[in-house]
């Protein structure tokens, strides 16, 4: 374990706490932390790399990219040490520019994934998607199709959401792309769907009431959030007392090429991390299987997860 002197020198120089200050905010590339500091880029990397060797930041690669975060799961951050750190920024008259700058960051950084889907808007049945397998979904409509008030979570054109509203109650579609609810409202309105709803939202702030959801899916979402797992918290919130939550996704892969073809932010994930997600957020009765295997390289596989919110159902 590093040293508490250590550290203290390390916290004791502006840049590195102010790198850190973001950091506890939220993961950060080389490139996100230059435009919100605008310093140079061996600048930074020399105090990233001081701060990753005090144990301070651990890193990951993504695509291109190395991802910095605050901390470490073998060795948190003690107690004592964030105190400091609070501190310590409460001096720093950079602080809420710099605050304000991560915003700025991180909205353009959903902005560049919400281009991708606006230019696709119409275009995803006669487009290539990995893991989106008409097997898939029909494994899941086989285990849940009574009339209930459903919530089709990062929905697209809601390809999926009309083929749930033959049967749902009522169906919300949720995106966070624009030209993908207008698209998805006007093939609704075209085909009479009136029990079809289309909202645009966020995966981790879906635009819907707490305890009004009988059924929440996830198909082939999960790995655009930034943040999956609170966009399963939020499947929960919006989820009535005995609701159930279903997740299709990818399998964990190696095809970085995803990034930038799909605008994928994870490379799909493990069966126990979906798990892990599910059960943060307070489901039971999980479920997990394999649905489906693609024939053609690089042979995405898919994933249905489902769990069931604490209740009963009235």
């Excluded at 950060?28 to 990233?48: F, T, W």
């Excluded at 930041?57 to 975060?69: A, C």
């Excluded at 698209?183 to 769907?193: C, K, Q, S, W, Y």
Aim: hydrophobic share 40%; aromatic share 6%; with cysteine.
């Amino acid at each position: 374990m590093s040293s508490i002197l250590n550290s203290l020198r390390l916290i004791a120089d502006p840049t590195r706490l102010r790198i850190l200050a973001l950091l506890r905010l939220e993961d950060l590339n080389v490139v996100e932390l230059q435009e919100i500091l605008g310093m140079g880029q061996s600048r930074i990397s020399s105090h990233l790399s001081l701060l990753r060797a005090g144990k301070l930041v651990t890193d990951r690669r993504s695509g291109k990219n190395i991802i910095y975060t605050f901390g470490s799961e073998e060795e948190p951050v003690e107690p004592k040490l964030l105190q400091l750190i609070d501190l310590a920024c409460g001096d720093l008259p950079e602080h809420a520019d710099d605050a304000a700058s991560l915003g700025l960051a991180l909205k353009r950084r959903r902005d560049k994934t919400r281009s991708y889907f606006d230019a696709l808007a119409g275009k995803f049945g006669k487009t290539y998607c990995p893991g989106r397998s008409w097997k898939a979904l029909a494994e899941s409509l086989l285990k849940l199709m009574p009339a209930w008030d459903v919530a089709d979570l990062g929905a697209g054109e809601g390809t999926f959401s009309q083929l749930l509203a033959q049967r749902a109650r009522h169906v919300i579609a949720v995106d966070n792309s624009e030209k993908m609810v207008e698209f998805g409202a006007g093939v609704a309105r075209e085909n009479g769907f009136a029990n079809l709803e289309y909202r645009l939202g966020d995966l981790e702030e879906p635009p819907i009431d707490s305890d009004s959801i009988d059924i929440a899916f996830l198909s082939q979402a999960l790995h655009h959030a930034e943040h999956p797992g609170r966009a399963i918290a939020a499947a929960w919130r919006i989820l009535k007392p005995g609701g159930r939550i279903v997740v299709l996704d990818l399998l964990k892969h190696s095809f970085e090429e995803a990034r930038e073809l799909y605008a994928d932010r994870w490379l799909g994930f493990s069966e126990l991390e979906i798990s892990r997600f599910l059960e943060s957020a307070g489901f039971v009765d999980i479920e997990i299987s394999l649905v489906d295997r693609e024939a053609d390289t690089p042979h995405f596989q898919t994933v249905m997860a489902i769990g069931t919110k604490c209740g009963s159902r009235e």
